[in-house]
């Protein structure tokens, strides 16, 4: 039986390998973190990622083919093929801060996958690393091999949170980089006979290791460019009273432009898409391609204008302060359909009004209480002066709405679309404001109600019309 083993039980690795399991009963897959609560949680019938679908699926297959374990070293030494997916985040300190992407963790993993080995294996990065860390631990494996022999290939992970389990059954492709030699290519072939088991074969493409290292952030980098090129035209919009649902329809009609990907919002948000642009801009910089470093930083820097000119619009409509008013904050996760925080814009929009004296009283139907804290820094004794006196997290988003001066939409939940905005309308303060970072709600069946409704790209309320778009500072 071919043995699989995982290192990383997080975001990308729990639910791929449920996957595995699931489609593939021939083989043992155990998926190993050195977090004790983390594979506890995997253990339990409370799974620490929240994904639809998800439960049904390790369910089916936890305790026959699919194990979550904390004994790192022996499913390591045990296994023919090991996945690493371990966290990869922008690095914070030293060369390349702020830029390139944090190692640690991957080298701790290739030094323990040398340390404990005693058969050939196949690696695999499932990571988003940069180009060539296959080739550095290549050496970082060979060099501590003690005679064993490892093969390194590169098999980017595209799934979306939200949609994994749909991502992951019927994926667009599957990439797997190798290298070319013999040995090389009869690894490739061991990991396609396993995404063969559910994955037609035109889908599965095998080429060399550093291209698909580089095709996994040039994905990353291309989707990001996309909604940070229609977010752009939303301020163009909002300027010109054109709508850019209906520009973003009529470019996306294009075929060779394409439709998805085009909902402009309050910026894109997730683990991947600015750490892996970072990372494509510390690469080219590192190659000496100056003007290819700044072409990609832009799409970064239009994510930030576009959070800053949500939080602007905010003050500028409700006359230039939100200093002491409550604030509902709908949303904190940076996409629905998942619990996941990361680059959240949520969380650069409550800073922003907290340091104009904001009250914030934050409602997410999955994101806790204490994730929430620590994002907006209430844990940091620094930080505290009072901030956390500004801040309540609430189960009930007509709790959060209640007396409120405005609402901000920061996560396309669909329980939004359908909320009892009549009641809402009532029980806050009037003028009630509404500002939608999403395009969530029917802006002109809220305007009926009462409400004045920003939303982003759309003609303003004539309310918003007549203000500076920038309030003084
Ligand atoms: C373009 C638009 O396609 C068309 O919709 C619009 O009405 C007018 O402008 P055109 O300039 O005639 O049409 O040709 P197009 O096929 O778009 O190519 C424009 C340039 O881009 C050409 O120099 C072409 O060689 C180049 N190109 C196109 C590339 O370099 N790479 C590509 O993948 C596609
Ligand atoms: C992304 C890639 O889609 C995936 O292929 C890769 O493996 C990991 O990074 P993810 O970050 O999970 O996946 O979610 P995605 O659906 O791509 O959304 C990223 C962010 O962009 C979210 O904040 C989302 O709200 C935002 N977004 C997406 C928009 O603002 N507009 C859109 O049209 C699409
Ligand atoms: P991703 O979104 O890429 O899956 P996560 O942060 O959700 O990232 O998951 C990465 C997981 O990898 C974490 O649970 C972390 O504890 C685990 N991890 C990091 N380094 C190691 C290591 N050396 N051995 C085992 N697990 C590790």
Not at 16 to 31: G, S
Not at 417 to 444: C, W
Request: net charge negative.
């Amino acid at each position: 039986m071919l043995k699989i083993c995982c290192i990383g039980a997080g975001y990308v690795g729990g639910p791929t390998m449920a996957i595995v399991a699931y489609k593939c009963p021939d083989i043992q897959v155990a998926v190993v973190d050195i977090s004790s609560s983390r594979i506890a949680a995997w253990n339990s019938s409370s799974l620490p990622v929240f994904e639809p679908g998800l439960d049904d699926i390790v369910m089916s297959c936890r305790g026959r083919n699919l194990f979550f374990s904390t004994d790192v070293e022996k499913h390591v030494a045990d296994a023919d093929i090991i996945f690493v997916s371990v966290n990869t985040p922008t690095k914070r300190q030293g060369l390349g801060a702020g830029k390139a992407a944090d190692l640690t963790y991957w080298e701790s993993a290739a030094r323990l996958i040398a340390d404990v080995s005693t058969s050939d294996k196949i690696v695999v990065e499932k990571s988003t690393v940069p180009v060539k860390t296959a080739e550095a631990i290549e050496r970082i494996l060979t060099h501590n091999s003690n005679g064993v022999r490892f093969q390194i290939l590169s098999n980017p992970e595209f799934l979306a949170e939200g949609t994994a389990i749909n991502d992951l059954l019927h994926p667009d492709r599957v990439l797997i980089g190798g290298r070319s030699t013999p040995e090389g290519q009869a690894a490739v072939n061991t990991l396609v006979s396993v995404y063969a088991h559910w994955v037609p074969a035109d889908r599965i493409i095998s080429m060399g290791l550093w291209s698909a290292e580089i095709s996994k952030l040039a994905a990353n980098a291309f989707l990001a460019q996309r909604i940070s090129s229609i977010n752009a035209m939303s301020a163009l919009c909002e300027a010109t009273s054109a709508d850019v649902t209906q520009v973003a329809y009529a470019v996306g009609k294009d075929s060779r432009v394409g439709h998805r990907f085009l909902n402009a919002s309050v910026g894109y948000g997730g683990s991947c898409f600015q750490k892996d642009i970072l990372n494509l801009v510390y690469i080219c910089e590192c190659n000496g391609l100056t003007e290819v470093a700044n072409y990609w930083k832009q799409v970064v820097q239009l994510n930030d204008y576009q959070k800053s000119r949500f939080v602007k619009r905010i003050v500028s409509s409700m006359f230039n302060t939100v200093a002491q008013k409550k604030m509902a904050i709908l949303g904190f996760a940076f996409k629905k359909d998942t619990g996941d925080t990361r680059e959240t814009p949520a969380i650069d929009v409550c800073q922003g009004l907290l340091r104009d004296n904001a009250h914030l009283s934050i409602y997410d139907p999955q994101v806790t209480e204490e994730q929430i804290r620590h994002d907006l820094d209430m844990d940091n004794p620094d930080e505290t002066h009072g901030r956390s006196k500004q801040i309540n997290i609430v189960s009930d988003v007509y709790e959060a709405t209640e007396g409120a001066h405005g609402v901000c939409i920061m996560t396309e939940w669909d329980e939004f679309k359908t909320l009892d905005y009549e009641r809402i309308f009532k029980h806050m303060q009037h003028p009630s404001f509404i500002f939608d970072g999403r395009n969530v709600i029917d802006a002109d069946r809220l305007r009926k109600i009462g409400f004045i409704v920003y939303s982003i790209g759309k003609p303003l309320d004539p309310w918003l019309r007549d203000l500076p778009a920038v309030p003084p500072s």
